[in-house]
C-alpha cells in the first residue's frame, strides 16, 4: 500500500488520474429511439456516440425509471462516452416517455432481456457491452445479467443488489421510512420542482411528516402521494415471504453465480444496500469469480461517490471492453476505515486474517471481552404509542452520516452497555452480529442493536445497527432456551469497517424501536398495515453465564503500511 500525501486526499475530491478523452471530446445524440417489448409495448431509449469513431464502439446499457435527460444524464454514464463508448439509456416501462405501467421490480427481466435482443440487432453494436449503475438502475442490470449471453462483457455497479426484499424489511421489520419514500418519489418525481435535484428530498419529507402522524400505515402512501400508491400497497400487504410469487419474479440474487461478466461493486457503510451488496459479491466469490468491491464512507444519496464510481467504472470497462488493464488496482477489494482515516486494500472479503472477538454485555452497562457474569437480566418497557426513534443509521434518501446518539441514550427503553476506555487501537472490519438472549412478554417484538463509538467527550456516535423481528408465524433465528420464555437471537448489524481509537469506548445500544426507520410493531399481531392498537412490552436482556449475550466483532490487525489519512469521513472521491 502507497502512502498518498496527505493534504492531497483532505481536498474535495482526490485526482482521478483518468486517461486522456482528447479524440472523443464531442459526441453525438439519437434521441427517443423505440424499443419493442415482448408484449407490445415501446420503450423509449436515447444513444451517445463519441464523435471520430471509425468502427462501433463498446456499448454501455443503462435502463433506468429516473429520466434520461438534464441532471440524470450525467448519473446515466454520460461522462464516459467521450473515453471511447457509446451510452444506450432507456426509460423504465411507464416512465419518462416510455408506455405502460410503471411496475417497480417487475418488469425489468422481461423488459431488459428484450432491450438486449434489440441492442444485438442493431447495425451499430460493436459486438459488446456493459451494464452500468447505481441504486435502481443497479438491479435492472442484475435483473438481466445471468441471460443476456457472452456480449456482456462487464457490469460496475453502485449502492444497490440483486434483490430489495429484505432491504424492505429489514430483519423482518417494515423498511418504513425508506420505502415510502422511494414510493413516493416516484410517484411524484416528473411532477417536482427541478425534477430529480429536488424530487428525493421533497419526498423524504412528506413520508416522515405521514410516518409521525400516528395513522395507520395502509393510510400513509395517501398522505404523500394523493393517492394509492400500488408498489407501497404491495409490500405492505403480503408480500413479506421471500418464496412467494411476487418476490420469485423481482428476487435475482439466485443468479448471480451465473454472471459470468466481470463484475465490479461500489458502497458505502452506511448505505441501505450494503449488506445485500457484500452478499452478491460473496455469491460470486462463491462460484469461482473475482468481483472488485470498493466500500468508502458513503451513504446513498451522498454525491461524494460519484467521482470514485466514475473513476472506477472507467478504468473496469476499459479494461473488460478494451483490453487495457493498466488502470486497475492489484488488490479487488478496497475499503474505507472511518476513525482511522484510511484505504485498505485486501485480497478478499472478510480480510484475511479477521478474528472473531465476542465482546459480553454486562449487568449494570458494562461491555467487555472478560467474559458473562452472574447478574439479573437488564429490562426495559417498549411503548409502541410511543417508539424509540432512530437519530442515525441508514437512510435511503436522507442523509445518512454519523450522528451524536447521546440523547437517544437518556431514554428508559434503551439499553446501553459502554466498554472501559480503549488502551489501544481496535480495528474492526468486516461483518458484525449481537447474541442475545432475551425474553419479552410478548409473541410479537423486535429487538434492536447499535454499535456507537465513544470519544473522550462523551460524543457517542453510531457506527452500524441492525434488528430482529420476532414473530411467532415465521421465526427469524430465534430459538428457544429452556422453559422459562428465554429465546437466543441472532441479530446482523450492518457490516463496517471502523478504528474505535485508542482513548475511545465501545458501546452497544439494545431497544426495540428504530422509528421511522421501520415501523413500530404494535406487539399484538395484527396486520401491519392496519393494526390500530398496540400493547406495550416488557423486554428483558440476559448476560449471565449461561445466558452470555455478546456483540460479536470482527477484529483486523493492524497492517505495517497503511495508505495515509484523508479527512474524517474520508476523502470525498479518492479510493
Known sequence: MAIRDSLRDR???????LPRAAAFRRF?????????????????????VPAG????????????????????????????VPFGFQLVVQSARGTFGSEGEFDPLGCERDDGLATVEWLKEQPW?????????ASYLGYSAWALAAEAGPELRAMSLQITASSFRDAAYVGGSFALESTLSWTTLTHRQQQAPFGMLTAPMLSRRRAVRAARTGRPLSELDVLTGGAPMRFYQDLLAAHHDPGSAYWLKRDFSGTVGEVAAPVSLLGGWYDVFLPWQVKDYLALRAAGQRPYLTIGPWWHTDARHGLVSFRDSLAWF???????????????????????????????????????????????GGLGQDGPQTAPASAYRFEPAHP?????????LGNSKPVDNRPLEKRPDVLV?????????????????????VRSDREHTDFIVRLCDV????????????????????????????TDGVRRVAVDLWPTGHRFRRGHRVRVHVTSGAYPKVAVNPGTGEPLATARTSVPAHQEVFHDPDHPSALLLPVVERPPEAVAPGGEDGPPAGA
Not at 462501433?56 to 464516459?80: D, E, H, K
Not at 459486438?127 to 452500468?132: D, E, L, N, R
Not at 424509540?388 to 435511503?396: E, N, Y
Not at 452497555?417 to 438472549?437: Q, R, T, Y
Open 11 to 17: 481536498l474535495p475530491a482526490a485526482p482521478l488520474r
Open 28 to 48: 453525438h445524440v439519437e434521441r427517443d429511439l423505440r424499443v419493442t417489448m415482448r408484449d407490445g409495448v415501446t420503450l423509449l431509449a436515447d444513444r451517445y
Open 53 to 80: 469513431v471509425r468502427r462501433p464502439p463498446p456499448t454501455i446499457l443503462v435502463r433506468t425509471p429516473y429520466g434520461r435527460r438534464g441532471p440524470a444524464s450525467f448519473l446515466n454514464g454520460l461522462p464516459l
Open 125 to 133: 453494436f460493436g459486438g459488446s457491452f456493459a451494464m452500468y449503475g
Open 318 to 364: 476499459r479494461a473488460h471492453l478494451h483490453g487495457d488493464f493498466s488502470g486497475l488496482r492489484p488488490a479487488p477489494v478496497r475499503v474505507y476505515l472511518t476513525g482511522a482515516r484510511e484505504w485498505r486494500d485486501y485480497d478478499d472479503w472478510p480480510p484475511p486474517g479477521m478474528r472473531q472477538e465476542r465482546w459480553h454485555l454486562h449487568a449494570g
Open 388 to 396: 424509540t426513534p432512530a437519530l442515525g443509521g441508514p437512510s435511503l
Open 417 to 437: 452497555f459502554s466498554s472501559p476506555v480503549l488502551k489501544e487501537d481496535l480495528d474492526v472490519i468486516g461483518p458484525v452480529m449481537a447474541d442475545l438472549f
Open 455 to 482: 470519544g473522550p467527550d462523551g460524543t457517542s456516535r453510531n457506527v452500524c445497527e441492525g434488528g430482529l423481528r420476532l414473530d411467532p408465524d415465521r421465526p427469524a433465528g430465534d430459538k428457544p432456551v429452556g
